[in-house]
């Protein structure tokens, strides 16, 4: 039986989260509800939290509407199912499931075009008020224009929370159009930096670089597969990566630190006519050398937002251990410890993906 009630965080404001006992969603034609069975604290959680972004600046509108419950890492168990939404998703009752971050509107230029993840109304989950409410609390209703899928039993469900933020990795690499024996440099070894390392392997790089700073992060990229981890506090990574390759310089380069300096840093060692990928999201302007992409370099510059059309491959990654799981969670902790979690998460020394409980 589902409760009339659960317990759910409540995003009020900056750094005013608070645990609530709210309602049970109430779900409608085609839609699904799950109990959510693990939920992700990723970057841009800590980053809300902190009140960058999200909230607006000068340069841009505010995007969250809250009072909302956060979350959009996540997976859950279907509990129950509007009409249609069984058939439409393959979903029973029972069955483990997840949904794309993004609900999409189908109705914008972009969604009918089939670029859903760019949709003009943008509703991810745990930003919108009632319409896009988040996983981190008991139950989750999947909206009708949701894009759902069934998640395979034999997936621990803390590693399926990890379907996301893999479905993002994989866009980023595929934005890198990696062709064989390419240099690959990939800066900022968190959850997704580490989730990229391991898919970008399966393009056949001739030398896969990890950046970051982090003692036990680079450590964790070696063992992932990275051919060389070097500490960007230690010396000129820049011209280590120049001395690698002749002086050229990397031939892709996928930005994941959300740190200024990672941009610049990319625009250096880049060889001419590279590929520079931005990913990560940063808490403000970043300002660089514009001559370099275009007078010097001709740099391929791509944007990367997003998982769209890498979930099942995502799900398949976790399955068939492509993407190691159990070495990316390393911490797990219940709901009620979410203030825990986010400071844990903001740290980063010890934790590589911090995965709360409800
Ligand atoms: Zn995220
Ligand atoms: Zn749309």
């Known amino acids: 039986m589902v409760p009339k009630t659960m ?3 409540v995003v009020h404001g900056i750094r005013d989260y608070r645990l609530e006992e709210v309602p049970v969603p109430q779900i409608g034609p085609g839609e699904v509800l799950v ?11 800590v980053k809300t939290h902190e009140g960058y972004r999200v909230w607006g600046s000068e340069e841009i509108p505010a995007y969250i509407e809250a009072p909302v419950i956060p979350g959009h890492e996540f997976v859950g168990q279907v509990v129950a199912l509007g009409e249609g939404a069984g058939e439409k998703y393959g979903l029973q009752v029972g069955d483990m499931a997840v949904s794309e971050q993004i609900v999409p509107c189908w109705q914008c230029r972009f969604c009918k075009r089939g670029q859903y993840w760019m949709c003009q109304q943008h509703d991810i989950y745990g930003f919108k008020k009632d319409r896009a409410e988040g996983s981190w609390a008991e139950y989750m209703r999947f909206p009708a224009n949701a894009i759902n899928y069934k998640v395979p039993s034999d997936i621990p469900p803390e590693h399926a929370a990890l379907i996301e933020p893999l479905a ?6 595929e934005r890198g159009d990696i062709q064989l024996g390419d240099v690959v440099v ?5 959850p997704i930096g580490l989730c990229m390392l391991q898919v970008a392997r399966q393009k056949g790089p001739g030398l896969l670089i990890a950046l970051d700073m982090k003692p036990k992060r680079l450590e964790l990229a070696r063992q992932l597969g990275a051919d060389l981890a070097i500490d960007v506090s230690q010396g000129d990574a820049v011209q280590r990566v120049l001395d690698l390759t002749d002086g050229y310089g990397c031939d892709v380069y996928i930005e994941a630190t959300g740190a200024g300096p990672a941009v610049g840093q990319g625009l250096q060692m880049l060889r001419r006519l590279g590929t520079f990928v931005e990913f990560s999201v940063h808490a403000g302007p ?3 050398d514009w001559s370099v992409i275009g007078d010097v370099k001709e740099l391929n510059i791509h944007g990367s937002h997003l998982g769209p059309y890498c979930y099942p491959l995502a799900i398949e990654y976790l399955r068939n251990g492509v993407v190691n799981g159990g070495a990316l969670v390393t911490h797990r902790l219940p709901l009620e410890k979410f203030a825990e979690g986010l400071e844990i998460a903001h740290q980063g020394d010890e934790s590589i993906k911090v995965v709360l409980i409800p």
């Open 168 to 173: 993002c990795a994989i866009h980023a690499v």
């Open 186 to 190: 990939i800066a900022g070894m968190g």
């Open 35 to 45: 109990r959510v069975l693990a939920t992700g604290i990723c970057a841009s959680d």
């Open 7 to 9: 317990k759910a965080v």
């Open 286 to 288: 970043v300002s660089v």
